[in-house]
């Protein structure tokens, strides 16, 4: 299996600039969380799906985040316009169910707004 | 709110010594994970505990569940530079998601 996959890995955009990082799950998972990480906030949860649909927004900063998930094998997080506090690394996780199942993180996308 | 707390923050020793890094809490947790980060990778899901008291071990490192399902400790024996990471606890609460803590940045020396 390749594991989670992110893309792009980096991203360097200019504020007020739309960002789209993308992300395909393992195979067969039905939960999909976005994560960002910084050194300040450590690693935040934003969003997550089960079966296609979210469940939980509420960690999502501002409406400047959306979060889509078309299909069980690739999920979007859109900043739009992006500023430079949203710099920092995105990383996308799946699982096969939640409880206290383990979780695969993508490598991440470490994006920075200048 | 819970209150998640991981010390210590940074952490660096020569190869060999013995380290426990901790994750405390002021909620009762259903379980907890521990995973570790290394640089420029995702988190990797190193063990999870459920049963308040239970301990595990994984090669050198030793996991403990406090007894109150608060709290934890991971215990590292002879540390080595393959160790090197940032380690984070998650537990959970009910059916809740994980929540994570801001980790433990460790560095081992050779």
């Known amino acids: 299996d390749a594991g989670v996959i992110q893309s792009p890995r980096h991203e360097v955009t200019e504020m007020g600039q739309e960002v789209t990082l993308r992300c395909k799950p393992i195979s067969g998972h039905d939960y999909l969380f976005w994560y960002r990480q910084t050194m300040m906030r450590g690693l935040e949860l934003l969003i997550y799906f089960n079966n296609n649909v979210p469940i939980d927004d509420s960690g999502m900063p501002e409406d400047r985040f959306s979060a889509k998930m078309p299909n069980a094998s690739f999920s979007t997080l859109k900043i739009q316009p992006s500023e430079p506090r949203d710099s920092a690394v995105y990383f996308c996780?799946?699982?096969?169910?939640?409880?206290?199942?383990?979780?695969?993180f993508g490598p991440g996308t470490r994006l920075t707004v200048l | 709110t819970q209150l998640l707390e991981q010390s210590p923050q940074f952490l660096s020793i020569q190869e060999g010594e013995n380290l426990t890094v901790y994750c405390n809490s002021s909620?009762?947790?259903?379980?907890l994970q521990w995973y570790r980060q290394e640089p420029g990778e995702g988190p990797v899901l190193l063990v999870t505990v459920v049963t308040g008291g239970e301990v595990k071990k994984l090669k050198r490192l030793t996991f403990q569940f406090g007894d109150a399902r608060k709290d934890s400790s991971l215990h590292i024996t002879a540390a080595q530079p393959g160790d090197t990471g940032l380690y984070l606890c998650?537990?959970?609460?009910?059916?809740?998601?994980?929540?994570f803590g801001k980790g433990t940045r460790l560095s081992v020396i050779a």
């Open positions: 998650a537990p959970r609460s009910g059916n809740t998601p994980l929540v």
């Open positions: 996780a799946s699982s096969l169910g939640q409880g206290g199942n383990e979780q695969f």
């Open positions: 909620s009762v947790f259903s379980s």
